[in-house]
């Protein structure tokens, strides 16, 4: 039963967070290319929609996955070379999440130019990224 909600808890947490930050890191890629005073305030609309969706995401999916984690640890995951993996790779993604939301605070108040090429290859690397913890979810590869 425990399991059963930590899973869910980690799943609903990993769409908002992971669906989140890629579909704002493109925002602020096309943003990026518009000229004007609207930018600034447009870029700070994104931010508020990710503390908003992505900063609960992200705390729900930690939360969620340390419960099965650290419920299954001896007996499931502590010689599991895929979840090792997984870890590293979400460790990852939650850096990008920090590098995400600070590089946009600095476009949004001017401090920093924003970049299209920096969001978009972010965006990219937020989806291959979870394509690549996703395989090793479902796939457990080395089993
Ligand atoms: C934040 C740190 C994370 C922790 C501690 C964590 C931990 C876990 C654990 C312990 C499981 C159960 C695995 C099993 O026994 O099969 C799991 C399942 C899963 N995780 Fe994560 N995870 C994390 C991040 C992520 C991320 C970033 C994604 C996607 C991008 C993800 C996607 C999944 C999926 C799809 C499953 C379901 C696997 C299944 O039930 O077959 N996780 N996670």
Avoid: N
Avoid at 30 to 45: F, H, N, V
Avoid at 58 to 68: E, I, N, P, Q
Avoid at 80 to 89: E, N, S, V
Avoid at 125 to 130: M, N, S
């Amino acid at each position: 039963m425990l399991r059963d909600v930590s899973l869910v808890v980690h799943l609903l947490g990993v769409v908002l967070w992971v669906g989140g930050s890629a579909t704002g890191a493109w925002t602020c890629a096309q943003l990026a290319l518009t000229e004007g005073p609207a930018r600034g305030e447009a870029l700070g609309a994104v931010r508020r929609a990710l503390l908003a969706l992505t900063v609960p995401g992200l705390a729900l999916a930690w939360l969620g996955g340390l419960t099965m984690l650290v419920s299954g640890w001896s007996e499931l995951y502590a010689r599991a070379g895929w979840m090792h993996g997984k870890l590293t790779l979400a460790l990852a993604l939650s850096a990008v999440h920090g590098v995400l939301l600070g590089r946009i605070r600095r476009a949004a108040s001017g401090e920093r130019e924003a970049s299209q090429s920096f969001f978009a290859g972010l965006a990219m690397a937020i989806v291959l990224v979870a394509a690549a913890v996703v395989s090793l979810a479902l796939l457990h590869p080395g089993t």
